[in-house]
């Protein structure tokens, strides 16, 4: 809406026309910075007003969260028993917000926010009709293990083919006629354009390698993965949601990077899009949107955002990361994440393997709870964790 609105008032500027020169104003919106700063600024104001609505809605509906019995998780369920019966389906609240921001604040038909965009919907989707399942069934088990990864990595491989194929992404079917080829695709350093399939890291300033087309298959992998990994995160109130952000905001600054030429090209050396800028109009829409839910969401949480919204987070993180071409970045920024998914995947493997346990219960979270830190200390140093790693992420991009 806004970008449309500069647009109208350009073409009335540019012939002259009174009510136009008084309203100089509107030129403000051409600034992805200014319509990044409204949409996490308007999806923060959307969550906070809609939030109690919300609440009362799922409340109303009997949707509350089912709790895993004692003889599941044994002493964790006597510290968790008081959660039972809150709210859940609350992602619906983010989702419903960030794309109520970036319809408003972006361009919405920019190929990478619409990408993230309907990955992130797609994801939250497939969560809504996990969590509905948990709920009419009043079990802490939803889809099948089998269901859920095989409709994740279905999105997962339509929003890979798209970033690989589309041209304004990728550069693939670029030229005379259609769009500029020096201006279609991302570029590593003055006049070097790169291959979509190109593997980039912050510390080398070439590509590591080359996968070509079968990048489908790795970006699908980082979206199955990351949707995953939020998933897992989402255990205790408020920890997936605050890690979010930090993830969001860091996306956001390299999105903003990568979409200017002297900052990218000639400063820092990364990958450079004419149109991925635009990116982080979404991206702070998301952190703007976890700001807000996290006012519902924190210790004790009035509402749990579910598998619909950290499905949806996970996915657009993934989808992000991909856009940026900052994919290996992703396991610094998004560190917390990577914590919580290794923490279960060592604990299943040394399980089968040895028969023992690393942990006295992963995802790793819940370790530190039954080692004796109540679960406010756990959620805040998680969250400063989230922040360090992303700290460290950015710092990186200039080290080489």
């Not at 400063?384 to 080489?400: D, V």
């Amino acid at each position: 809406m806004l970008p449309a609105i500069f647009d109208f008032w350009f073409k009335a500027y540019e012939h002259g026309e009174a009510w136009a020169i008084s309203c100089r104003f509107l030129n403000l919106f051409q600034y992805i910075t200014f319509r990044a700063a409204s949409a996490g600024l308007l999806a923060f104001i959307l969550s906070l007003f809609f939030g109690p609505w919300v609440i009362r809605k799922l409340i109303s509906l009997k949707v509350g969260q089912p709790i895993r019995s004692a003889e599941e998780v044994h002493k964790l369920a006597e510290l968790h028993g008081g959660k039972l019966g809150t709210p859940t389906m609350g992602g619906v609240l983010i989702l419903g917000t960030v794309l109520i921001a970036t319809l408003v604040c972006s361009r919405p038909l920019n190929p990478f926010v619409a990408v993230c965009a309907c990955t992130m919907g797609a994801c939250g989707l497939l969560g809504l009709c996990d969590d509905y399942k948990k709920v009419r069934e009043k079990k802490s088990d939803g889809l099948s293990g089998r269901t859920k990864l095989f409709w994740q990595v279905v999105i997962a491989l339509i929003a890979a083919a798209f970033i690989y194929y589309k041209p304004e992404i990728s550069g693939i079917g670029a030229g005379v006629g259609q769009i500029d080829s020096g201006e279609a695709g991302f570029r590593l350093g003055r006049n070097n354009p790169i291959d979509i399939g190109a593997i980039c890291f912050p510390l080398l300033k070439t590509p590591l390698f080359n996968l070509h087309a079968f990048v489908i298959l790795f970006f699908a992998l980082i979206i199955v993965g990351c949707s995953n990994a939020v998933n897992l995160t989402d255990g205790l109130d408020g920890l997936a949601t605050g890690c979010t952000i930090s993830a969001a905001l860091s996306y956001a600054l390299l999105a903003y990077f990568a979409g200017h030429y002297f900052m990218a090209v000639e400063y820092l050396v990364i990958p450079h899009n004419l149109y991925i800028g635009e990116l982080s109009v979404f991206l702070m829409a998301l952190a703007g949107a976890c700001f807000g839910f996290l006012w519902f969401n924190c210790h004790p949480a009035k509402v749990f955002m579910g598998d619909t919204g950290s499905l949806a987070i996970g996915g657009a993180l993934g989808t992000a990361a991909i856009c940026t071409k900052q994919e290996l970045l992703l396991v610094i920024i998004g560190g917390v994440f990577v914590m919580e998914a290794l923490s279960v995947i060592l604990q299943v493997g040394s399980f089968k393997l040895r028969k023992q346990r690393i942990f006295k219960m992963s995802p790793i979270h819940h370790h530190f709870e039954l080692l004796g830190w109540h679960e406010s200390q756990v959620i805040v140093r998680f969250w400063i964790l989230s922040i360090m790693f992303a700290l460290f992420g950015l710092a990186i991009l200039k080290i080489a």
